[in-house]
């Protein structure tokens, strides 16, 4: 009886181990595939935004 209380825990404990594998699923890489193409834009939106602030303010400069 203590050998098949055992094997049970066992058997439980490698099943546990399995089900927590680095496995990725579709919907896993498609999400990387989303937030990496979300950074992107926000880094453009970035550059964008400072080369449009220092256009004004060399338009603004040769005003003064």
């Not at 049970?8 to 680095?22: D, K, N, V």
Request: hydrophobic share 35%; charged share 45%.
């Amino acid at each position: 009886m203590k050998q098949f209380k055992m094997i049970l825990i066992l058997l439980l404990f490698s099943i546990l181990l399995l089900g927590c594998q680095e496995k990725e699923g579709t919907f896993e890489k498609a999400g990387k595939k989303i937030d990496q193409k979300v950074e992107k834009v926000k880094d453009s939106a970035e550059e964008i935004k400072e080369e449009v602030k220092d256009e004004i303010d060399d338009h603004t400069d040769d005003n003064d």
